[in-house]
């Protein structure tokens, strides 16, 4: 099974609306990223957050991580039909963070 | 002013063929990586090379050979293409190691084998 699991695999919103996805992972972290991937492109950067962080924020993305729970969510407000795209968490383990393990991804549609 | 640069953007190809994909980055990043998508968007990573020296090597069939003339560049090379390699395959990079860093992909060459 993967390292980085999400869900929901899918999801749909109205624009305006709030989009949360979430992510598990099986093994301790040095640091979790999110990713975002529009169709037929390479993958974004979003956020990075440490193992010793709890929530972090940039723009219209908060981002929090429970590391007890080994989780994290993505939280995208007001959202827009911009922001449909894939969107994917990525672990970096202890003592190995060259080494990215990316999670299955979660489809967000955004509706005019 | 791409930053990661890959080339072809599109690769299709006959079984039993040997392809390469190259790699450029201009960011002055250190270290490389190859991944792989296949349908299901599932990304694995294959390669990676810090400064020209290979750092991770991933169970991949040893028809996938990686090699990096310097560190700007990083290129892929696969003999005997198989119908199972039809993949989008990433390239990225990332500056220095041990460290949080955030890696910088290229658009992707999807590959076709026919």
């Known amino acids: 099974?993967?390292?980085?699991?999400?869900?929901?695999?899918?999801l749909s919103i109205q624009e305006g609306e709030n989009a949360t996805m979430n992510c598990s992972y099986k093994t301790s972290i040095n640091n979790l990223q999110w990713y975002r991937q529009n169709s037929g492109r390479g993958l974004v950067h979003l956020i990075l957050i440490r193992s010793n962080e709890r929530e972090k924020h940039s723009g219209r993305l908060r981002v929090t991580l429970d590391t007890s729970?080994?989780?994290?969510?993505?939280?995208?407000?007001?959202?827009?039909?911009?922001?449909?795209?894939?969107?994917f968490c990525a672990t970096a383990l202890i003592g190995n963070?060259?080494?990215?393990?990316?999670?299955t991804g979660t489809r967000l549609q955004v509706f005019p | 002013d791409t930053a990661v640069s890959q080339t072809p953007k599109y690769?299709?190809?006959?079984?039993?063929?040997?392809?390469?994909?190259?790699?450029?980055?201009?960011?002055?990043?250190?270290?490389?990586y190859w991944y792989k998508q296949d349908s299901k968007k599932f990304l694995k990573i294959m390669f990676s090379y810090n400064n020209k020296e290979l750092i991770i090597n991933e169970t991949v069939p040893n028809r996938f050979s990686p090699k990096s003339p310097d560190k700007a560049h990083l290129n892929l090379h696969i003999n005997s293409l198989e119908l199972g390699d039809s993949a989008v395959y990433f390239c990225a990079s990332s500056h220095g190691r041990g460290a949080p860093s955030t890696q910088y992909f290229g658009p992707g060459t999807r590959l076709t084998v026919l």
Do not use: W
């Open chain 1, 1 to 10: 099974s993967q390292q980085g699991e999400e869900d929901p695999q899918a």
């Open chain 1, 69 to 87: 729970k080994k989780s994290s969510s993505l939280l995208i407000t007001a959202s827009r039909a911009a922001d449909t795209a894939s969107y």
């Open chain 1, 97 to 103: 963070t060259d080494k990215l393990i990316f999670g």
């Open chain 2, 11 to 32: 690769l299709v190809t006959q079984m039993g063929n040997d392809k390469s994909i190259k790699c450029e980055q201009n960011l002055g990043h250190d270290t490389m």
